[in-house]
Nanobody
Framework: QAQLEESGGGLVQTGGSLNLSCAGS??????????MGWFRQAPGEEREFVAG????????YYADSVKGRFTISRDNAKNTVSLQMSDLRPEDTAIYYC?????????????????WGRGTQVTVSS
């Protein structure tokens, strides 16, 4: 089992920055390696894999729409993953979900992730 709790969402103007954090807890983190990442979902849209990192950090992924603007990082000792977002745009407005799943690589599809946080709202005003 794993529990994920996000923080750091909010309202920001176009061009601004936000840092999302996610704290993981539960037995899964003590018995196996886990990929961690972030999905987002805007109203009326499908969930999109925004960024992810494998347990070792050797594999990272960024959606094309966020490359160069978002940076993912993780601390395995604390079971945390962060998403530093800069140069935010109105199209980044969405609920952002922290995810994790047992894996040595980096899954990229929503159904591949077993554990989801409740989500945190990010709103970028124009």
């Amino acid at each position: 089992q794993a529990q994920l709790e996000e923080s750091g969402g909010g309202l920001v103007q176009t061009g601004g920055s936000l840092n999302l954090s996610c704290a993981g807890s539960g037995r899964i983190f003590t018995i196996t390696t886990c990929a961690m990442g972030w999905f987002r979902q805007a109203p009326g849209e499908e969930r999109e894999f925004v960024a992810g990192m494998s347990w070792s950090g050797a594999i990272t992924y960024y959606a094309d729409s966020v490359k160069g603007r978002f940076t993912i990082s993780r601390d395995n000792a604390k079971n945390t993953v962060s998403l530093q977002m800069s140069d935010l745009r109105p199209e980044d407005t969405a609920i952002y979900y922290c995810v994790t799943t047992p894996a040595s690589a980096l899954p990229q599809l929503a159904w591949e992730y077993d554990y989801w946080g409740r989500g945190t709202q990010v709103t970028v005003s124009s």
